[in-house]
């Protein structure tokens, strides 16, 4: 089978079933190649969120039609957004920053492994919201957020790892800017480094009683603390999912799983819970 034919095959030529102008209003890209990822036409695409269900997630939310734009202006950076009904910043549903690049891993070798350059696409900017929503009284947003989230993170990532696959890349990588993204994708993802993947999990056992939006918080004010009394101050590092043989070996291997052991279990963290309520209440945060 050729690599022409491997690709037609990927996309079912009978998805998605609904007609263009029903799905996207307002088509077009801003400006740069019209192709997604410099690779594949908008027929294309919409057959993948149609195979992974995005259209059919997008109807149960109220949040159809959807209005699309494409601009690869920032080449290699490509941004893609997602809209209810219009191209309107305020209607926003999906907004997209990533780009291909061969990323070299510095934290494998300082234990010892020495990977070669990985093909890789990286997340540079990924928002998830629902612009039909706003906050209640009752909960207020996480950190960053304008709007609630569409709770479709798992979704995302399922599309672009079935994208990754398509074109052999070697890692899909993400920079959480903000600890609670890293912590919602640590389901999915692993840290490059395992100490910085034996703290997320540290993190988690010893608060798995405190709600997941009163942690973020927590860290974001700085009410997060180590055990020696310092400020726990979140830096985003690389969170990845492992796709060729060499980053899978090391994900798995004993040195990385011993190390993250070891510091989930010798980690010790503290919530000043009297300086986050202070600076909860003069910030007006609800969680």
Same mark, same amino acid.
């Given at each position: 089978?050729?690599?022409?034919?491997?690709?037609?095959?990927?996309?079912?030529?009978?998805?998605?079933?609904?007609?263009? !102008?029903?799905?996207?209003?307002?088509?077009?890209?801003?400006?740069?190649?019209?192709?997604?990822?410099?690779?594949?036409?908008?027929?294309?695409?919409?057959?993948?969120?149609?195979?992974?269900?995005?259209?059919?997630?997008?109807?149960?939310?109220?949040?159809? =039609?959807?209005?699309?734009?494409? !601009?690869?202006?920032?080449? /290699?950076? %490509?941004?893609?957004?997602?809209?209810?009904?219009?191209?309107?910043?305020?209607?926003?549903?999906?907004?997209?920053?990533?780009?291909?690049?061969?990323?070299?891993?510095?934290?494998?070798?300082?234990?010892?492994?020495? #990977? /070669?350059?990985?093909?890789?696409?990286?997340?540079?900017?990924l928002t998830l919201q629902n612009p039909r929503m706003s906050f209640s009284? %009752?909960?207020?947003?996480?950190?960053?957020?304008?709007?609630?989230?569409?709770?479709?993170?798992?979704?995302?990532?399922?599309?672009?790892?079935?994208?990754?696959? #398509?074109? !052999?890349?070697?890692?899909?990588?993400?920079? /959480?800017?903000?600890?609670?993204?890293?912590?919602?994708?640590?389901?999915?993802?692993?840290?490059?480094? =395992?100490?910085?993947?034996?703290?997320?999990?540290?993190?988690?056992?010893?608060?798995?009683?405190?709600?997941?939006?009163?942690?973020?918080?927590?860290?974001?004010?700085?009410?997060?603390?180590? *055990? *020696?009394? %310092?400020?726990? !101050?979140? %830096?985003?590092?690389?969170?990845?999912?492992?796709?060729?043989? =060499?980053?899978?070996?090391?994900?798995?291997?004993?040195?990385?799983?011993?190390?993250?052991?070891?510091?989930?279990?010798?980690?010790?963290?503290?919530?000043?819970?009297?300086?986050?309520?202070?600076?909860?209440?003069?910030?007006?945060? #609800?969680?």
């Open positions: 089978m050729s690599d022409q034919d491997q690709k037609v095959n990927a996309f079912p030529a009978d998805e998605p079933v609904l007609k263009e !102008d029903e799905i996207f209003s307002g088509l077009g890209p801003a400006r740069g190649s019209l192709l997604f990822l410099g690779r594949y036409t908008l027929k294309e695409v919409m057959s993948v969120l149609a195979k992974k269900s995005f259209f059919r997630e997008a109807r149960k939310r109220n949040l159809w =039609p959807l209005a699309y734009r494409l !601009d690869s202006s920032d080449c /290699p950076v %490509q941004r893609l957004l997602i809209f209810w009904e219009k191209r309107d910043p305020d209607r926003i549903i999906v907004d997209l920053k990533l780009k291909e690049s061969e990323v070299r891993f510095l934290a494998p070798e300082k234990h010892g492994f020495k #990977l /070669p350059p990985q093909h890789s696409l990286l997340f540079e900017w009284g %009752q909960h207020g947003p996480l950190p960053g957020q304008t709007r609630p989230g569409l709770s479709l993170s798992k979704k995302i990532l399922e599309i672009f790892l079935y994208l990754s696959k #398509l074109i !052999d890349l070697d890692a899909l990588v993400a920079f /959480p800017a903000y600890f609670h993204n890293a912590l919602l994708f640590s389901r999915y993802l692993h840290f490059v480094d =395992p100490v910085k993947e034996g703290e997320i999990k540290a993190i988690r056992r010893q608060f798995n009683h405190v709600s997941f939006r009163r942690l973020a918080w927590a860290v974001y004010l700085g009410c997060l603390e180590r *055990e *020696e009394g %310092q400020i726990y !101050d979140w %830096q985003a590092e690389e969170q990845l999912y492992p796709l060729s043989e =060499p980053l899978k070996d090391y994900i798995n291997s004993r040195v990385y799983k011993e190390i993250t052991r070891h510091v989930e279990k010798t980690s010790g963290f503290k919530l000043n819970l009297a300086l986050l309520k202070e600076k909860s209440q003069k910030q007006g945060i #609800l969680y």
